[in-house]
């Protein structure tokens, strides 16, 4: 409004100056009936200005009498409070079809009608969305619940810059503490203890994870086997003992669980604890715990007399089974039975070709010193 006064006073000095300095006036005449009205061009233009100015204060005037009385406060409050309503609703609707920036806007020209803090919680939300987390807290200064403000900026602020949940961990456990039920910040929380390696608090919170479904099926089994995997391998480093009797004190359905038992695998393994991994592995299969395309994946399995038996039983009944013939490929690998390993992994990659097991087969070409046939086999694996 500043502007448009300064643009009219310039217009209107112009207007003066111009001609005055040019000795030539103008002027307008106006005739109404046998009445005619005769002025210079600048006088004119004044008083068209004064005109519209008197004529704007006129209508402000009674605009301000009018809401001053209780039907005009009626009235007007309505219509505003009928704009906050429509530009809230079509907020909803933006926020709903997943374009936030407009769902931002619109919560924005809403507050602006009606200072609503319900508004202001959906108008922190959109912009945390737009990753506009400065915005978002500011919104939250209008919340109608103070308490819930703590919460929400911590989450802000973790989403903002990641890093801050690990030097946090003590204030996220209290929220914890506080909040059991909120999904995003027992994700914030299991992030901060894995960056942290405080693998045990992870399995603590498993459970939570699963029933708030805070990851997908495949994100949760990937961080429990990563958590035991560790939690075991610190077992291990303690002792053969200390890691049987850490297994041996989870429950019988925690054992049975794929990714548990896989984990506690991939310890023995790692740990070259091959008399217990050759158990372990064997009596999953049996049980249906685990699975060998897994295992074959992961090169879990090991060449004990136990798993070995269960093979040959299941070649006996399948003799044409592709993934059975790649483990007994990969045992006769580990026990450097070349030729044995050669006539199970080429029938298996007859029947079931994969980069895995074209890998494993020029390592056998390698090792009897098939340079070819080596070099053929690796040029497979990277087709696959």
């Given at each position: ?292 395309a897994e295992l074959l994946q992961q090169q879990l399995l ?83």
């Amino acid at each position: 409004m500043k502007y448009a006064w300064i643009i009219v006073l310039l217009l209107i000095a112009g207007l003066f100056i111009g001609p005055l300095w040019d000795g030539n006036t103008g002027y307008v005449l106006i005739a109404v009936g046998n009445y005619t009205i005769e002025t210079s061009l600048v006088a004119s233009v004044i008083l068209l200005a004064v005109a519209f100015i008197l004529v704007r204060f006129l209508w402000h005037f009674i605009m301000r009498l009018v809401r001053g009385t209780s039907w005009g406060i009626k009235w007007f409050g309505r219509r505003r409070d009928s704009k906050a309503q429509a530009a809230t609703e079509q907020a909803a609707a933006a926020l709903v079809n997943g374009d936030y920036r407009a769902a931002s806007t619109a919560f924005n020209r809403s507050w602006q009608l009606r200072h609503d803090g319900t508004v202001a919680l959906l108008a922190s939300y959109s912009a945390a969305q737009l990753e506009d987390f400065e915005q978002a807290r500011d919104w939250l200064q209008h919340a109608p619940t103070p308490d819930h403000i703590v919460l929400a900026e911590t989450l802000f602020s973790m989403q903002e810059n990641p890093k801050l949940a690990a030097q946090h961990v003590v204030e996220i456990q209290r929220l914890r503490k506080q909040y059991p039920q909120h999904p995003q910040l027992l994700r914030l929380a299991l992030r901060a203890y894995e960056s942290l390696h405080r693998w045990q608090d992870i399995i603590d919170s498993l459970a939570d994870a699963e029933r708030l479904q805070v990851f997908s099926a495949t994100e949760h089994t990937t961080l429990t086997e990563r958590a035991y995997r560790e939690h075991f391998l610190a077992l291990g480093r303690n002792g053969n003992s200390a890691l049987q009797t850490g297994w041996r004190e989870l429950s019988r359905d925690v054992r049975r669980r794929a990714a548990i038992r896989r984990a506690y695998l991939q310890a023995l393994v790692q740990l070259q604890q091959e008399e217990a991994a050759d158990k372990v592995a064997a009596r999953g299969l049996k049980r249906g715990d685990l699975q060998l395309a897994e295992l074959l994946q992961q090169q879990l399995l090991v060449a004990g007399p136990e798993l070995r038996d269960y093979l040959q039983q299941q070649l006996k009944k399948t003799p044409e089974d592709g993934l059975l013939l790649q483990a007994m490929g990969q045992l006769a690998m580990r026990t450097k039975e070349w030729s044995l390993a050669e006539r199970a992994l080429r029938r298996a990659a007859e029947l079931v070709p994969s980069q895995r097991l074209w890998l494993d087969l020029a390592q056998v070409y390698a090792a009897q010193g098939n340079s070819a046939a080596a070099l053929s086999a690796y040029e497979k694996a990277l087709r696959h």
